[in-house]
């Protein structure tokens, strides 16, 4: 079994501090991005050193701290300045903007790292009682400002790392269910569980670098979620420790006892409480599984494809269609084939061009991997198959699936490599009805690739579908574009919101699996509805009455907008092409 010891990711990007992307095997990555962003040389601008970094200094609460060194151990409370840094973001766009430039407004005071559910039931009293701010953190990989450090009151703010609660305590084989504690990270759990011969079957694109506990407290979805389900339908009891109290739900698979208070701490982003334990689904391992690689003519016929298979009742446990502009950078990432693979790929490119009369600049990609016993798996793939080619798609056969394998948790490093270049690179995700999927997509790329024009840059916008519902999908769009000098974050904000702006107009919701944060929160009322956030508020005053829990996230202040960063001076400077 690994070593469980916790290695947080780099203070200024994605990843291990020993690891970095490189584009050495990829040689047509920097010319594809070169020529669509309209950028000129190879230019590098690397992040501050970490002896350049200057942090706030810490604030002092006394009584909270005594009480803490009361009943932790030493090495449990940290105000070092590498782990202050470590704790001060998660890793959104700004957050990564601002810590490469050294600028770092805010950080926790102390972080504090507890081993039991007991020293979290010590530490929430103690922030109860000696009003500090807590922010429970599982790998620090949030995307969209869950970990904001910032309170309107000035408090004491302290960095509730997980990361030694990460056992599995108990795997049910007959039930199928798990106990597990939450700090515990994707690989070292999954590692685990195969132990037991089982899988919780969730892998996030950050799979490796982010934990359990924050999957369910921001709602995650994995890249298998069409079998699985997202982490909220894995979840069948839990444990979460608030300054009312301690949330204990039982462990049966279904009740109706009242309104879902198991619902309600799931995805509730650390404002209510702390999780300190969770029971999860299971399943068998698989004995078969393969990855595959389609291609289609256009976006239309595989989401058409996929349509039909969620309506037949067999769809693959990753299913995950490219648009256009993904297909073309997922073709730049990819290794040169060389030798026999080459001629076999040319050939292939004649037979598509030539005899299937696919447009290049228009044909998609898709990504599936079948699995299951033996009956199970070659049925899922034969019948899967024959719905691909009735929509016109062609199979590339298990290399396509090989490269996914490989590169599947890399994507997430590519943007230090942009932001090394002086481009913003970052998505915005969503999900709607299959009868609305096609207009949000179409409406959503043209007002982000607008949004990016008013800026004065040249605009690249891609999106893929990697997660399906009997009654919809997710759409996740990715966007970049050359920084505006001096101007780089009200032209992130400006593009930022056209995407946010569009999932609202054209039928969307806020996040599909990334959560609020501060970074979706001047649209949650547009989403929830002005009673539904009263709704949240009314639970976070009962559970935690002096707001000590991860303050300024879910519920928007009187000016969201103002308060995310946008003012209406840039937006109206950038619409007048300025």
């Not at 994605?14 to 594809?32: H, I, M, N, Q, R």
């Not at 926790?108 to 807590?134: C, F, G, Q, T």
């Not at 934990?211 to 069948?236: F, P």
């Not at 698989?286 to 690689?293: N, R």
């Amino acid at each position: 079994m690994a070593d469980p010891t916790v290695r947080h990711m780099k203070w200024w990007g994605w990843g291990d501090e020993d690891v970095t992307f490189s584009d050495a095997d990829k040689p047509k990555l920097w010319p594809y991005l070169k020529g669509e962003l309209g950028l000129a040389d190879d230019h590098r601008t690397p992040p501050v050193s970490f002896e350049e970094i200057d942090l706030p200094t810490a604030k002092t609460n006394a009584p909270f701290t005594t009480a803490l060194e009361a009943v932790l151990e030493a090495d449990q409370l940290s105000a070092t300045k590498k782990d202050r840094l470590v704790h001060a973001a998660g890793k959104a766009f700004r957050d990564l903007f601002r810590l490469r430039r050294g600028q770092v407004d805010f950080a926790p005071d102390l972080v504090v790292y507890p081993a039991s559910e007991e020293d979290v039931v010590a530490i929430v009293k103690a922030a109860h009682e000696h009003n500090a701010v807590l922010i429970p953190l599982g790998g620090g990989s949030n995307i969209a400002g869950c970990l904001d450090p910032k309170d309107r009151d000035n408090r004491f703010i302290v960095s509730l790392d997980m990361c030694r609660m990460n056992r599995v305590l108990e795997v049910d084989k007959k039930s199928l269910i798990a106990r597990i504690q939450p700090g515990v990270y994707g690989p070292h759990m999954e590692e685990q569980l195969e132990a037991e011969g089982v899988t919780l079957g969730h892998f996030p694109d950050s799979f490796v670098h982010s934990t359990l506990g924050g999957w369910v407290a921001t709602r995650s979805a994995g890249m298998q979620s069409d079998k699985y389900g997202k982490i909220e339908d894995m979840v069948i009891a839990l444990r979460m420790v608030t300054p009312s109290g301690t949330i204990v739900t039982r462990t049966v698979p279904n009740s109706s006892n009242g309104i879902d208070v198991r619902r309600l701490c799931v995805g509730s982003e650390g404002i209510l409480g702390v999780i300190t334990e969770l029971t999860m689904q299971v399943h068998r391992l698989p004995e078969y599984k393969v990855f595959e690689g389609w291609l289609f003519p256009d976006f239309e016929s595989g989401v058409a494809a996929i349509h039909e298979c969620m309506r037949m009742g067999i769809m693959p446990v990753i299913t995950r269609l490219n648009d256009p502009g993904k297909t073309a950078l997922s073709a730049a990432f990819k290794k040169p084939d060389t030798g026999l693979k080459a001629q076999i790929s040319s050939a292939l490119k004649w037979y598509l061009r030539t005899i299937k009369g696919f447009d290049f600049t228009q044909c998609c990609m898709m990504t599936t991997a079948c699995e299951g016993d033996y009956d199970t798996f070659h049925q899922q793939r034969r019948e899967s198959a024959y719905i691909f080619k009735r929509h016109r798609g062609v199979c590339l056969g298990e290399g396509p699936g090989r490269s996914f394998q490989e590169a599947k948790y890399d994507f997430p490093h590519v943007r230090d490599y942009l932001m090394d270049r002086g481009v913003m690179g970052d998505v915005s995700e969503t999900a709607t009805t299959w009868d609305n999927l096609l207009t949000l997509y179409t409406h959503t790329l043209q007002n982000i690739r607008q949004a990016i024009r008013d800026t004065g840059a040249d605009p690249w916008v891609g999106c893929h579908i990697s997660h399906n519902y009997h009654t919809g999908a997710s759409l996740y769009f990715t966007f970049g574009c050359r920084q505006i000098e001096g101007r780089e974050l009200d032209q992130y904000l400006y593009v930022k919101k056209a995407a946010e702006d569009s999932f609202m107009e054209h039928g969307g919701t806020v996040s599909h699996h990334h959560a609020v944060g501060s970074e979706h929160l001047p649209w949650i009322e547009a989403d929830l509805s002005p009673t539904g956030v009263k709704a949240v508020a009314a639970l976070k005053d009962g559970l935690d009455p002096k707001g000590v829990m991860n303050p300024g996230k879910i519920i928007p202040g009187e000016h969201p907008l103002a308060e995310w960063g946008l003012t209406e001076e840039a937006i109206q400077s950038f619409k007048k092409g300025n």
